[in-house]
């Protein structure tokens, strides 16, 4: 069963952190839900917001500054954890792998695949979950992210053509089978078979088959990682796909919350209009 661990008035709305056993991550797991005043009177659309390496549930729901814009259009916001965590739970002591490191995909390798299923958790599991506890519309969903999470809304998005109406990303890990942050991952949960890669590639997947909506993806010239982000190789495929979005180039913004909460606002108005919020 679901547990409350802690709920708190926000712009009127709630938000909330709740805990559950996880069948997908074979784990307990935490996520977080802001429900905007509009969740008093009716089911809302739902807006995720996949977190970067090292993060928690609570990373962005505290920094990232999503919970007044989103209660001002009348848009849910779900935060939930980057991995499975716990006793049992493979780990490895580097910070870009093991738990806080899931990059959302479902492991097939040992000894990450009896608990590293987070794509299955992010398109299924959590979504039930949502639908059957609170008043969110299962039927109107968009997904965001930033870095790791920017990588893995890309990917949702594009692999689950019809499911979010919007995809928008904070400087993602855009092409990860050619970048440090990527290739070691992907090699540790999926195997050596870089065939077996190339779905949760943003790059490669937007230049298989492109996104059934409007894109938006922010990237900072001052980030410190822009040269294993490699927003270039997205940019390049969206434009010889005509793919319709845009990518923004924020002079002198880097890698942190602070660049986030900057453009927060225009990332939940884009996904409220997708939705019809």
């Given at each position: 069963?679901?547990?409350?661990?802690?709920?708190?008035?926000?712009?009127?709305?709630?938000?909330?952190?709740?805990?559950?056993?996880?069948?997908?991550?074979?784990c307990?797991?935490?996520?977080?839900?802001?429900?905007?005043?509009?969740?008093?009177?009716?089911?809302?659309?739902?807006?995720?917001?996949?977190?970067?390496?090292?993060?928690?549930?609570?990373?962005?729901?505290?920094?990232?500054?999503?919970?007044?814009?989103?209660?001002?259009?009348?848009?849910?916001?779900?935060?939930?954890?980057?991995?499975?965590?716990?006793?049992?739970?493979?780990?490895?002591?580097?910070?870009?792998?093991?738990?806080?490191?899931?990059?959302?995909?479902?492991?097939?390798?040992?000894?990450?695949?009896?608990?590293?299923?987070?794509?299955?958790?992010?398109?299924?599991?959590?979504?039930?979950?949502?639908?059957?506890?609170?008043?969110?519309?299962?039927?109107?969903?968009?997904?965001?992210?930033?870095?790791?999470?920017?990588?893995?809304?890309?990917?949702?998005?594009?692999?689950?053509?019809?499911?979010?109406?919007?995809?928008?990303?904070?400087a993602?890990?855009?092409?990860?089978?050619?970048a440090?942050?990527?290739?070691?991952?992907?090699?540790a949960?999926?195997?050596?078979?870089?065939?077996?890669?190339a779905a949760?590639?943003?790059?490669?997947?937007?230049?298989?088959?492109?996104?059934?909506?409007?894109v938006?993806?922010?990237?900072g010239?001052?980030?410190?990682?822009?040269?294993?982000?490699?927003?270039?190789?997205?940019?390049?495929?969206?434009?010889?796909?005509?793919?319709?979005?845009?990518?923004?180039?924020?002079?002198?913004?880097?890698?942190?919350?602070?660049?986030?909460?900057?453009?927060m606002?225009?990332?939940?108005?884009?996904?409220?209009?997708?939705?019809?919020?």
């Amino acid at each position: 069963p679901m547990q409350t661990v802690s709920e708190n008035r926000a712009f009127g709305g709630v938000q909330g952190v709740y805990t559950h056993t996880s069948e997908a991550c074979s784990c307990e797991m935490t996520f977080g839900l802001y429900l905007p005043p509009q969740a008093a009177r009716g089911p809302v659309p739902v807006l995720w917001y996949l977190s970067g390496l090292t993060c928690t549930h609570e990373n962005a729901m505290i920094k990232a500054g999503a919970q007044g814009w989103a209660a001002r259009h009348g848009l849910a916001v779900v935060f939930p954890d980057t991995s499975p965590r716990g006793e049992g739970v493979a780990d490895d002591p580097h910070y870009d792998l093991g738990q806080g490191a899931g990059f959302y995909v479902n492991a097939t390798e040992a000894p990450w695949a009896p608990h590293f299923r987070m794509w299955d958790y992010v398109v299924e599991e959590l979504p039930g979950l949502l639908a059957e506890q609170f008043a969110v519309d299962p039927e109107r969903q968009a997904i965001t992210g930033h870095s790791m999470g920017g990588h893995g809304a890309l990917t949702l998005a594009m692999g689950l053509p019809g499911r979010y109406a919007s995809v928008s990303a904070f400087a993602p890990i855009a092409h990860p089978t050619s970048a440090d942050w990527g290739r070691k991952q992907l090699a540790a949960y999926l195997g050596p078979d870089e065939a077996a890669w190339a779905a949760h590639d943003a790059t490669l997947a937007m230049r298989a088959r492109g996104f059934d909506g409007e894109v938006l993806i922010d990237q900072g010239l001052s980030d410190q990682f822009i040269d294993t982000l490699k927003p270039e190789a997205l940019g390049e495929a969206m434009a010889a796909r005509r793919q319709p979005g845009r990518l923004r180039l924020q002079r002198g913004y880097d890698h942190s919350y602070f660049f986030v909460a900057s453009f927060m606002a225009d990332h939940v108005a884009f996904h409220a209009e997708a939705l019809g919020a």
